[in-house]
């Protein structure tokens, strides 16, 4: 008998799916004007390998004269991913870095030991109407790189490996999987792929240290365990796992190197508490640098 076989006997026989060590479902964050479905981290996960925060942004229709405007913000210690299924972002940061970021790209921006950034919108994409869809993850460093100097790297979507698993468009966006591997920078051992599949469709999930399922759309269930809409599975170290499309499914599966345990508040992640308390006081007192072109507003500080 093979192991999928095996994790399908055992979840039909009523013991609990072994592959599956969680599902999480998502909370809405509000981001001034815009929700968003916050996945990690909760109560019950805090980290899936070095992936510390997983943001599900969309669908989402603008009417002209509106869209997404996230002020001035900083980080420290962790680097931002961000990917788009729809629509449209501009990007830029306190290294003069302005990118448009567009269906398909990855945008990795490393904070280290401080970056500024804004997340806005081109005036001819505000000025009618539009959609966004897409993902916001932050990736935790390893402490020997947490105060790297900041960097951004924009990698199009003509960058990003593609194959086809029987019959499943799959992206291999960071680390390697399917024969692929990623040109996008990493720190540690990285697994982000999407996936795209069909009702009926089958794809084995990638071996790694820690490794996680989110269904952006559609439906899966591996073992007999259904894995719905909106919803994260984290799962164990169980060998030939096989994801199954209940309906048509666009999927990110992610992973990687445990990194231990991470410090979150506010947009500051470290290995250290101290270091956030420190940064805090430092966008406080405005030390932090400005991002040319969007120096006039900002994000305080909650308090």
Known sequence: MSSTDRLEQDCMAGQGCPAIDLIIRPRDKDLG?????????????????????????GPATFPAGQGINVRPHPHINLATVTYLFEGEILHRDSLGSVQAIRPGDI??????????????ERPEVTGTKHRLHGLQLWLALPEADEEVEPAFHHYPATDIPAT????????????????LT????????T???EAHLQPGQTLALPEAEDRAVYVAQGSLSTGGTAIPEHAMAVFTD??????????????AIIGGEHLGPRFIDWNFVSSRKARIEAAKDDWRAGRFPKVPGDETEFIPLPE
């Open 33 to 57: 004007g815009f929700s968003v479905r916050r996945t990690l981290p909760t109560a019950q996960r805090k980290l899936v390998g070095p992936w510390v925060f997983f943001d599900h942004m």
């Open 107 to 120: 945008n990795l921006m490393v904070a280290g030991r401080g970056i500024v950034h804004s997340e806005r």
């Open 164 to 179: 086809t698993i029987d019959g499943v468009p799959v992206r291999v966006m960071m680390g390697s999987a399917f024969g």
């Open 182 to 189: 990623s040109p996008v920078r990493v720190f540690a051992d």
């Open 191 to 193: 697994l982000y792929v």
């Open 238 to 251: 169980a060998t030939g796992v096989v994801l199954k499309a209940t309906a048509e499914s666009r999927i």
